[in-house]
Structure formats: structure tokens, C-alpha cells
């Protein structure tokens, strides 16, 4: 049964037990790893420079390694959430996802293509032409409302681009087949400093503008009629959060590769505990959206010592079942 809307008090403290939460379990998956470090010295080793050799191990290892890792995660599970709860308020469908819908697989594809073509060029600006081509594909054969017809849009789209991706694998070279095989399985791996300083602040704006949006996103569940005579302009209302989530996959997919089920999974169970206002939805998936990822990416560099699992498989299997028993309850 859907939570009932919470009071801007209890809103509030519930988004800074998330918080605190979320913070505690970064703390846990700094300490995990091929080299445990102490819990309790985290903080420590954090703040200052120590004498031993072990310690500056430790502390070279969480702020060169884990904790870009870590951020990363987190910022691409909150931003895929709430790209995942935008997508659902505008097609009007629960089950819309931005891998589903072909948006991921399409960023892939193009991010993969300009990799194998041209080598040196970035392939974040492929990426949001391909989410967002593959984005309104979906949209216009599904019509926004059909979630039998959405759903066969975006297998297709996937499939399609899943069939670009395995073609431009067989062509690739040795030095260019590591990069393609990244944005089809998607990878935290690469995660670093420089990255984050480009990618935070656009996954920042891109959260903010779409937070905005809130009581647009409430009058689009209501209906296109009701939405109108509030005084939304529907097709510019459209095209703007089309426009905004794609640009959120796209970045996600420039800096980590293709992974789906997060932004279907985390505004589900963000509905469930806030209920339905977007003005506590959308910061509440990305809390949750964070979590999964973060949990997802521990398991996937620990479980295996020394090598490392694919964490869209993770993904995946978690996602999947999710998703159908969605689709058996939803008929």
C-alpha cells in the first residue's frame, strides 16, 4: 500500500536519516576490499597524514582508490533514480526505466561508436544524442501511455543497439575492445578524481533542474488534461525533462558504462516509504538509488578477490526479478 504524504517534518528528518545511513555504509565499503583497512581508522587516516608505513598505505588506498570509487557510485545511483522517477511521471508509466526504454543502450552505443571511429574525440556528447534519440523513439511508439507497446519499444531499441555493440566489439582491436566492452557491461572501475570534477557538477544541475520540476512532474501523473488547465505547458514541459534525464543517462554512460534496474527499483521503493509528492520523491530515490549502487559495487570488486564481477550483471539480477514482479502485479 503506497505511503501516505509525509509532513515537511518528518520529510525532513527522514531524508537525514537517509543520510546518515548512506554515510555509514560509504564508511563500511571504504574498509572493504583487496586491502581491508580498519573501520575505526578511517576517520583518522582521512584527516591527517600518518607516520607508519602501513597507515599511509591505508590512507593512499582510500583517497586514491576507494573513495573515488565510492562517490562515483553514489552519484550515479542517485542520478539514474531520479532520471528513473522523472521518466515514470512523464511517460505516466511505473515501469518506465531509462535502461528499458533503450535510453542506456543507446548512450552506449553511440558513446562505443565514437570510441571505435574516433578515438579521440569525448564521447559524452554521443552519449546524450543516443539517450536522447533513443528516449523519444520509445516515447513516440509507445505513446506515453501504452506500457505493453513502451515495453516493445524499448526491447527493440535494446536490441538494436545490443546487436551495434556486439558488431563494433568484432571489429575492434585489442586496444579498442576494453573500451567498448566497458559501456556495454558498464564498470566503475575507472573512477578518479579528474572525473568527478567534471561529472558531480553536471549530475548537480541536472538533479536541481529536474527537482524543480517537481509540481510539473505531480500535475503530468494527474493527467494531460488536468496538467494543461493548470497552466503547464505540455510540449515544451515535455521535451524539457525529455531533454534533462537524457542528459543524465548520457553522463552516467560517458563515465561508467550502461547499467539499467536502478532507476526502476529505487523510485519504486522510494513511493512505497514517501508516497507519491515528487518534492520528496525524487531526493529519496536518489538516496536509495545511491544505496543500491553502492551496495552493488562492493559486492561486485569483493565477492570474487582478486578479480572483479561485472556490476551490470549485479544489476541485472537483482533488477530483473524486480521488474517482473512488477509486471505481474501492474498485469
Known amino acids: 500500500m503506497p505511503a501516505l504524504p509525509l509532513s515537511a517534518r518528518h520529510l525532513s528528518n527522514a531524508l537525514w536519516f537517509g543520510l546518515l545511513a548512506l554515510g555509514l555504509l560509504a564508511a563500511l565499503a571504504a ?3 583487496a586491502v581491508e583497512v580498519p573501520f575505526w581508522r578511517v576517520p583518522g587516516l582521512l584527516m591527517a597524514e600518518p607516520a607508519g608505513e ?5 590512507r593512499s588506498v582510500l583517497i586514491d582508490v576507494r ?3 565510492i562517490v562515483l557510485a553514489l552519484a550515479v545511483g542517485g542520478a539514474l533514480a531520479v532520471a528513473g522517477c522523472a521518466l515514470q511521471a512523464v511517460f ?3 515501469l518506465a526505466e531509462p535502461g528499458l526504454i533503450g535510453a542506456s543502450s543507446g548512450a552506449a552505443l553511440a558513446a562505443a561508436l565514437v570510441l571505435a571511429v574516433f578515438p579521440g574525440f569525448a564521447p559524452a556528447p554521443a552519449a546524450f544524442v543516443g539517450a536522447l534519440a533513443a528516449t523519444w523513439l520509445a516515447w513516440l511508439i509507445g505513446r506515453g501511455h501504452d506500457a505493453a507497446r513502451l515495453l516493445l519499444a524499448g526491447i527493440a531499441l535494446n536490441a538494436l543497439a545490443g546487436a551495434g555493440l556486439t558488431l563494433l566489439n568484432y571489429l575492434a582491436d585489442d586496444d ?3 573500451g567498448t566492452l566497458l559501456w556495454a557491461m558498464g564498470s566503475l572501475a575507472d573512477a578518479g578524481w579528474p572525473t568527478l570534477g567534471w561529472l558531480l557538477p553536471m549530475l548537480a544541475l541536472c538533479g536541481g533542474l529536474l527537482w524543480r520540476e517537481a509540481r510539473a512532474l505531480d500535475a ?3 493527467g494531460e488534461r488536468e496538467a494543461f488547465h493548470l497552466g503547464y505547458a505540455l510540449t515544451s514541459l515535455r521535451r524539457r525533462l525529455v531533454a534533462l534525464t537524457a542528459l543524465t543517462v548520457a553522463l552516467t554512460v560517458a563515465a561508467c558504462g550502461a547499467l539499467a534496474f536502478v532507476g526502476l527499483i529505487a523510485p519504486h521503493l522510494a513511493r512505497l516509504l514517501l508516497g507519491p509528492s515528487h518534492r520528496a520523491l525524487l531526493p529519496g530515490a536518489a538516496l ?4 543500491c ?5 562492493t559486492l561486485a570488486r569483493t565477492a570474487v578477490l582478486p578479480a572483479e564481477l561485472p556490476i551490470g550483471a549485479l544489476l541485472s539480477a537483482v533488477g530483473a526479478p524486480f521488474f517482473l514482479a512488477l509486471l505481474v502485479r501492474k498485469r
Open 92 to 94: 505516466r508509466n511505473p
Open 176 to 178: 579498442a575492445l576494453r
Open 293 to 297: 549502487m553502492l551496495l552493488a559495487d
Open 54 to 58: 602501513t597507515e599511509r598505505m591505508w
Open 67 to 69: 573513495l573515488p570509487r
Open 288 to 291: 536509495i538509488g545511491a544505496a
Open 31 to 33: 574498509t572493504r576490499g
Open 220 to 222: 503530468l501523473l494527474l
